[in-house]
């Protein structure tokens, strides 16, 4: 059984939206147990709402409770919050991890917070300069996700860093999305080698010698979303811009088709037609389904999933925390970094 | 008479899409003289076309041709070749600027050949450190179009840099948008003050004291599209990437739309009834009736259009170019930041 730290706390719509997904991840996902962390009157409060769910997962083992006093705000700031409070839900559900009580977590709360907690209570796998988070972005080619990292937990980045960024993400793509070989990506503004800025154009030539990577050279924001590369990397600063860039453009559009839909009723009649057309747009503009934001290089699965995690998503994001944990992670990463780090001393 | 130099021999529709849409421009746009620089040949191949919008265009004294024996190759490096190319259509054109038979100057070509043109030829405005692109983006406010600098002119940047592009870009905003109070953001990744990489931290406290601008503090990429903003600042790496990404996105959403509403006769009938909405969205994603990216800082007005730019976009970029003339843009951004000198060295 793949045991589930789930923060119950986290995100704009937690506990509601948490609990539901966890439940329901508790009764759909072979081999999965479900941890709910946090302030367990609420969470019970939650639980009742599903008793025949709950009861049948309770009685298999595959759902727990694990108190926490304390909850992180969203204008706490979350670095030094999680630091002041030991016991909120995060910090909680981590150490459970670090004891070896759970084998994944999974938290929409702030992503700062939770690479700060990870960070602290777990450590960094040996050899990795920086954890990194990677965003997983839908493409063209909706079986073909692709990893962005870092997207957002390292602003000011090195060379050595981005080059590691490309490692764990590749170790991600074969261990979880099964891409035999997968393509790595450098973010940059043309797909000359010579282009971009001093990081880019420093990080070049080390990507080309990493043995355990396939890297094609600079990828330009063009092709981000063509499903022709597995894994790009930048660094937080440019990764995040560009994620948020993505998300915004697409509620634009989302927005706008809605509003136009509406206006009179051959347009009604139309968009009826369409139904199926619109619902599978937004379900592939709906990164919901891939399951969350991977925290790689700290020693355990933790996964991030967006502040307005629904159920759904956060149903997906039980499912990768799974996946990283049952497919070793870590330990795929902690055997590439340490290959590539070896190989460097050597040259 | 605004007169503008447009290179007929840039992008990839060149001459093709250029001449149409200069002789477009010269037959609509009011008080417009259109100077079609290139291949003579080639052009007046393309003009014999349009054989009577271009006999009245030529008898108003609007449309004129002027000979440039050279061509830039997408593969030339193009700060390179515009040195060593001196005949080439850009610097022909650039030159009729800086010789005063020209007020403007369009190009679709290279933007990387037309800025290095620019600085080489018109050098800069008095007092710029960099001249950089300003990419207009449409916004979820269809009259509210975003200005985006640097988008692609300088990779690495100092925050005295991003500084005058926020000074320039609301002049720009001003004189050809006519908001009245541009709104300026630092483009970053939350919109608290203290978060972002060390660029923008150390360009944050700058943008709150200049005078001439009204600094809405950071804006998140989630805040691009939403039109709350007029002028976004940023390095021309980061700039550049969020530029292509979007455009990325757009197009595939376009794509995907375009396969699933063939796919069987309900949908196809629902898209027939839709079409008003698709075509409007098309429109709106569409970013060439904003007239191309000007190059500010450079003492003219240049206006650098989309790689593939139809003659739509050339006729709305020598719009742009001629607005941009008229309205002074080049006085306004020398007196905006010599003020803004001054007052930093009385400090």
């Known amino acids: 059984m793949t045991r589930i730290a789930l923060d119950a706390m986290g995100g704009d719509n937690a506990p509601v939206?948490?609990?539901?997904?966890?439940?329901?991840?508790?009764?759909?996902?072979?081999?999965?147990?479900?941890?709910?962390?946090?302030?367990?009157?609420?969470?019970?409060?939650?639980?009742?709402?599903?008793?025949?769910?709950?009861?049948?997962?309770?009685?298999?083992?595959?759902?727990?409770?694990?108190?926490?006093?304390?909850?992180l705000e969203m204008d706490d700031e979350p670095a030094k919050s999680v630091r002041a409070k030991k016991d909120c839900s995060i910090n909680v559900a981590m150490r459970l991890v670090k004891d070896g009580k759970?084998?994944?977590?999974?938290?929409?709360?702030?992503?700062?917070?939770?690479?700060?907690?990870?960070?602290f209570n777990l450590g960094r796998i040996r050899g990795v300069h920086r954890p990194a988070i990677a965003?997983?972005?839908?493409?063209?080619?909706?079986?073909?996700?692709?990893?962005?990292?870092?997207?957002?937990?390292n602003m000011d980045c090195h060379a050595d860093w981005l080059v590691q960024f490309a490692i764990m993400g590749s170790v991600y793509s074969r261990a979880v999305f099964k891409r035999t070989k997968p393509l790595v990506?450098?973010?940059?503004?043309?797909?000359?080698?010579?282009?971009?800025?001093?990081l880019?154009?420093?990080?070049?030539?080390?990507?080309?010698?990493?043995k355990t990577i396939d890297f094609r050279g600079n990828v330009e924001g063009h092709d981000v979303f063509q499903g022709q590369t597995d894994v790009v990397v930048c660094?937080?600063?440019?990764?995040?811009?560009?994620?948020?860039?993505?998300?915004?453009?697409?509620?634009?559009?989302?927005?706008?088709?809605?509003?136009?839909?509406?206006?009179g009723v051959t347009r009604i009649l139309g968009a009826m037609l369409l139904k199926g057309v619109f619902k599978s747009l937004k379900q592939q503009l709906d990164p919901d389904i891939y399951g969350g934001a991977p925290l790689l290089g700290v020693p355990g699965a933790v996964i991030i999933t967006h502040g307005s995690s629904?159920?759904?998503?956060?149903?997906?994001?039980?499912?990768a925390?799974?996946?990283?944990?049952?497919?070793?992670?870590?330990?795929?990463?902690a055997r590439d970094i340490a290959e590539y780090e070896a190989n460097r001393k050597t040259l």
Chains 1, 2 share one sequence.
Do not use: W
């Open 185 to 198: 990506g450098l973010l940059s503004i043309g797909t000359e080698d010579c282009k971009g800025n001093e």
């Open 102 to 119: 759970a084998d994944a977590f999974v938290s929409a709360g702030n992503s700062g917070a939770v690479s700060a907690s990870a960070i």
């Open 200 to 210: 880019s154009k420093e990080t070049f030539p080390l990507l080309k010698e990493v």
């Open 235 to 263: 660094d937080g600063f440019v990764g995040n811009v560009v994620l948020k860039t993505a998300e915004s453009l697409a509620h634009a559009v989302g927005y706008f088709l809605k509003r136009e839909c509406f206006r």
């Open 135 to 153: 965003a997983v972005l839908p493409t063209r080619r909706p079986i073909r996700p692709l990893l962005l990292l870092d997207a957002g937990a």
């Open 17 to 71: 939206e948490i609990v539901r997904g966890g439940v329901e991840a508790a009764e759909k996902l072979e081999d999965v147990k479900v941890i709910l962390v946090g302030i367990q009157a609420q969470i019970e409060a939650e639980l009742a709402k599903y008793p025949k769910a709950v009861e049948t997962a309770r009685k298999a083992g595959r759902l727990e409770v694990v108190p926490a006093s304390e909850v």
């Open 321 to 333: 925390g799974a996946n990283a944990a049952r497919n070793d992670v870590t330990g795929l990463i």
């Open 310 to 319: 629904t159920h759904k998503a956060i149903f997906y994001a039980v499912k």
